[in-house]
């Protein structure tokens, strides 16, 4: 099994600290506190990181168990884009997408049907993505459009598909963006990026001593709007509205979309890196079907099965899977 070669995470921050309370035992009272980069800290870390390993393979050196549980069935890819296709970054509207990521996801739609399932606007993700041959659900599902390009899986309903479950909640979503800009204003570093059915408060670039003060912000003009909601993401907060919508309810509607419902021959694999994507995995582990991979560097409680570490191996993942597909054909 391949193991993970380094515990730090590019998220580092929060989901660090959240890996590590999940982990660790909790330090007697007056205990001797060991030093972060001590030696017992790293072969603690190392520890813990072989225990999840253990739970949560990597999904590259596991991809034969894999293949051997999709025989025989449909292949159907949910992608996350930011943290899965693309790395990380400060600035939200620079998290482009390689060439190399492309070229891997247009030959996975070569031969998959291929949905990408992100947070993001759906126009915006699109720009990110430029594959028109592919599902996008945007908002957090809550915007789910089909290929605009004829591919050989588009069926004429999917290619027609279009579901705005959250469309009444338009007006309240565009003046909760209008205050929570104003409000978050004086914060340095804190930007409102408006996803049409979401909004999404990145405080990625704001000091850490700033972070609670930015929240308290958030939540104080949220109370002004009842029929939305606050969930937390990796240096993000996420305001949707308050109806029962998510990445899982997406994929199951995709999969309707495609001909799948209560199908036992269809094997959907979800690749997410976020808390987002767990409603996701959640719906594939009811299922019994299919499999959810988190791209995580750190341990992380997670219904996924597998795991891979970063969108590099996301890449490489993809790139086995069509060399298997064509293997076969
Ligand atoms: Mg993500």
Redesign the pocket.
């Known amino acids: 099994m391949t193991k993970h070669t380094a515990f730090a995470g590019a998220d580092g921050g929060t989901t660090a600290a959240a890996a590590v309370t999940l982990c660790a035992p909790p330090r007697a009272r007056g205990a001797r506190r060991v030093a972060a980069g001590s030696l017992p800290e790293l072969v603690r870390r190392h520890a813990d990181l072989d225990d999840w390993m253990e739970k949560h393979p990597s999904a590259l050196a596991g991809f034969e168990s894999v293949l051997a549980a999709a025989e025989g069935k449909q292949v159907v890819m949910f992608l ?5 296709l693309s790395p990380i970054v400060k600035d939200p509207d620079s998290a482009v997408m390689s060439e190399e990521m492309r070229d891997a996801v247009r030959g996975v739609a070569e031969h998959f049907p291929t949905a990408i399932v992100s947070g993001r606007c759906r126009d915006k993700v699109f720009n990110f993505v430029k594959l028109a041959e592919l599902y996008y659900a945007g908002s957090h599902g809550m915007d789910i459009k089909g290929p605009t390009a004829q591919s050989k899986h588009t069926k004429a309903k999917a290619e027609a598909v279009l579901c705005q479950p959250a469309s009444a909640f338009l007006p309240v979503i565009d003046e909760a963006y209008r205050a929570l800009t104003a409000r978050t204003a004086p914060i340095p570093g804190a930007t409102v990026e408006n996803n049409k059915f979401c909004l999404s408060v990145h405080f990625r670039c704001v000091q850490e001593e700033k972070w609670r003060a930015l929240e308290e912000q958030v939540r104080s003009v949220l109370k002004e709007y009842p029929d939305l909601r606050l969930t937390k993401g990796r240096k993000v907060l996420e305001v949707r509205p308050s109806i029962k919508w998510d990445k899982g309810n997406a994929i199951q509607f995709l999969l309707e979309c495609l001909g799948f419902a209560d199908s036992n021959n269809v094997f959907p694999i979800y690749i ?3 808390r987002t ?1 767990e409603d996701a995995f959640k719906v594939l582990r009811g299922m019994g079907q299919g499999i959810g991979i988190l791209v995580s560097k750190i341990p992380k409680e997670t219904s996924a099965s597998y795991s891979l570490r970063e969108p590099s191996e996301v890449k490489e993942f993809l790139h086995m899977l069509v060399r298997s597909k064509q293997r076969r054909d």
């Open positions: 996350d884009y930011d943290g899965t997410g890196d976020d994507d």
